[in-house]
């Protein structure tokens, strides 16, 4: 089994990064295969309801990294999305690929695990995950939770691994994620997993 986790932010190596690896380490440990697909940062184009994928199978702007996602996606037996905030809503770019790449091919996510991540500084990640979950809910994917809102703190790159309640998230939802392929697959899984000893960390510290 192998699980897309997709980097939407133009830092490949920046708190998105941080949070995703978490989830990827989690999901090895439990013996799930990982890629991560980075979006780069290059110009996007947006969906313009040309409808002409629902013919081709793929988006007809095909000098960005939407098909390539598309074809990732379809490949992939769970999905997890990694956006960071900008103005209380996941970066543009990503939004922009996932519109496309649900359009082109929203049989790719059916039935399958898929999970959205938002990484922040400080405000706007619980409106950016309910952005994100939205093209999902509607095409009937199964929503993977955690323990708490998937979300990460940090500013400057790799701060979000101080995060230790952020990464326990990551974690938890790794684990949730591998829970729910197995059953999927028949691979004897069946009681809910133990959680971890709730790490809180809040904003106030002393």
Not at 19 to 46: D, M, R, Y
Not at 56 to 82: E, R
Request: charge should be neutral; charged fraction near 15%; hydrophobic fraction near 45%.
């Amino acid at each position: 089994m192998k699980a897309l986790l997709v980097n939407g932010s133009p830092h490949e190596n920046g708190n998105t990064a941080t949070a995703l690896a978490e989830v990827a380490k989690t999901l090895n440990s439990a013996g799930i295969e990982t890629e991560v697909f980075w979006i780069g940062t290059k110009p996007v184009h947006g969906c313009v309801a040309c409808y002409a994928c629902k013919k081709l199978g793929h988006c007809v702007f095909d000098d960005d990294p939407c098909n390539a996602l598309v074809d990732k996606i379809a490949k992939a037996d769970a999905v997890v999305v990694g956006a960071p905030v900008y103005y209380g809503q996941p970066n543009g770019a990503l939004l922009a690929l996932i519109q496309r790449a649900m359009m082109a091919n929203s049989a790719g996510v059916a039935g399958k695990p898929v999970a959205c991540i938002a990484v922040c500084r400080r405000g706007g990640a619980t409106a950016s995950i309910q952005c994100l979950n939205m093209p999902f809910q509607m095409l009937d994917s199964l929503l993977v939770g955690s323990q708490y809102w998937n979300i990460a703190y940090g500013r400057t790159p790799g701060e979000a691994a101080q995060d230790a309640e952020g990464m326990q998230t990551m974690r938890r939802l790794g684990t949730n994620i591998a829970w729910v392929l197995k059953n999927l697959h028949n691979e004897g899984a069946s009681a809910l997993p133990a959680r971890e000893q709730w790490s809180p960390m809040h904003f106030i510290r002393e």
